[in-house]
Structure formats: C-alpha cells, structure tokens
C-alpha cells in the first residue's frame, strides 16, 4: 500500500543535552506531554499509552484547550527502534480535525546522534500523507512548471499595469 | 534546517510558504479545500474587508495556490492544482507544529539537565 516515496520533509536540530535524555524526551510519555503539540492543546497523560519497541506504538490525545471538543488521535505504530538511536513508524492521525482536514498517515522516521560537548543531533523526515503525495512527484513537477509560468507571467503583467479590482459584494 | 524535496528554486518555495505563513490566508486555503468560494464567502469567517481578503487572494495567486475565474458577476476561487496546494498547507502546518515544539522541547530539557547535574553523561548506558 505504502509506495517508496522520497521524504517531503527533513528538519535537522541540535539540542544541548545528551542523547540518551532527548531520547527519553521523545519515548517516555510523562517527558512528551512536557513539550510536544500544537500550541493551546494539551496532552492528558491517563489518555496516553506507549509501548516502545519494534512493533509497539505510542498513543495520545491532543486536546484544543480552547475547544476541548476539538480532539486529536495520534496512534504511532514503531516499525524501527533502536534503543536511544532510532524511531521509525507510520503516525496515524484521526479524530475530530479543524474543518477541512481529513484524518491522514504520514511515515515518521527520527534518528538520535551525537555530537560534540555532549549535545544531540535529531534528524526528522516525514512523508506526506499518501493521498497528498498521489499526483506523486510527476504531479508536482507539473504543478512547478505551471508554477513558473504563472510567476513569468504575473512579474511581465505587474511591470506594465497596475491591476485595479472590484468585487461584487 | 528545512527542505521540501521537489526540485524548484527557493525563491518559488518561498513564495509558497510566504503566501501560507498568514492565518488568514491559511484559513482562506482551508476554505477552498471543501469547495471553490467567492470573495463574499471567503470573508464570512474573518472580521475584515474584502478588499482585504481580496489582498489576499493575490499573495495566494501570486503563489500559485489559487486561480480565480469570472462566472456570471462573481468571479471564483479555487485551489490551484489542488495537489500542491493541499501538500504545501500540510508541510507548512508540520514545518509549524516541529518548530514550535522544539522550543518547548529546548526549554524542558534545559530543565532536566540543571536539575540532574552530570549522572547520565558519563555512564552512557546500552551503548556497544
């Protein structure tokens, strides 16, 4: 079902504390809760549930503290762990999403290493969901090509008029 | 720090992630995810003018994201292609949840540290 996609997404971070802590910031729920989420929701700890090893998973709830009706399944199925070095998975997000928003999957792959001064290096990437990436990459190249096109075109047409517009109310 | 895969300039990049870097805009993308919408429309949610809204509907086109076409006395806007658009406010959503996050990750590892002076560091545990 999953095709072989490239990573849409690669984030690279340092933190300045020692791998086996950023690990642990990411794999222990009472450490996560702490830190991750979109800002103004909250994590309630007796809704989350974690079993990390290679075919466990890691469940929680993002709660939208100004709309507690507004809540978020996160279900990570963990393919690929390594103690300390390696999370990999397919994040099953679901629930009820702001309007517009399907529930989607998206594969999550964060890699642990070390650095120098006993800081940690995180590298992130996650693919887009699949019904997003469908068009596949043959898709977005079309959509870039249209892309320049339009820029080409709107560059000649803002240097020689000044577009004046009136909507119907 | 950041990349977006497919093959394109950064200035194009920047041109889409410029256009969604608004909340207005993001709301106005999200709008048109449920189904194509006139001006009038688009404004409802929001507590400002249409020619304001209007503005930006132009950074939108401008991007890419959006076309606009004249049906009858309304003239329309619409996702464009609706594949890009969609991705693009994805990526920029989770480009947003990761950096605001790491800041809060930052501060509470900040605190672990200082409050657990120097045991982990040296006896790395589980290592081969």
């Known amino acids: 079902m999953t095709t072989t996609t490239t990573e849409q997404l690669a984030i690279t971070r340092i933190f300045d504390a020692p791998r086996a802590l950023v690990y642990q910031a990411f794999t222990d729920p009472d450490h996560l809760a702490e830190w991750w989420g979109p800002i103004g929701h909250s994590l309630p700890r007796d809704e989350m549930e974690f079993d990390v090893r290679p075919g466990g998973f890691q469940r929680w709830t993002e709660v939208n503290v100004a709309q507690p009706e507004l809540r978020v399944h996160i279900h990570v199925d963990l393919t690929d762990v390594a103690d300390g070095e390696l999370l990999e998975g397919v994040m099953h997000v679901s629930g009820r999403l702001q309007e517009g928003i399907e529930p989607f999957e998206t594969r999550l792959r964060i890699e642990f290493h070390d650095e120098a001064d006993g800081r940690t290096r995180l590298e992130i990437r996650q693919w887009l969901p699949e019904h997003l990436a469908h068009p596949s990459e043959e898709g977005w190249r079309q959509a870039f090509t249209k892309l320049d096109a339009t820029l080409t075109n709107a560059r000649a047409v803002a240097a020689d008029h000044r577009e004046v517009e009136a909507w119907p109310s | ?128």
């Open chain 2, 1 to 128: 720090m950041l990349s977006v895969v497919p093959e394109r300039s950064s200035e194009d990049l920047d041109l889409l992630f410029g256009a969604l870097a608004d909340a207005t805009r993001r709301g106005i993308v999200e709008r048109l995810a449920v189904g194509e919408a006139t001006v009038t429309e688009l404004a409802a949610p929001f507590s400002i003018s249409l020619p304001a809204i209007s503005r930006h509907l132009k950074v939108l086109e401008r991007a890419a994201l959006i076309t606009r076409s004249q049906k009858g006395r309304w003239r329309h806007a619409r996702l464009s292609p609706t594949s890009l658009a969609a991705a693009a406010t994805w990526l920029s959503r989770y480009e947003q949840l990761w950096t605001e996050s790491f800041g809060r990750l930052d501060d509470h590892l900040a605190r672990l540290t200082s409050e657990q002076p120097t045991p982990q560091t040296q006896t790395e545990k589980g290592r081969p």
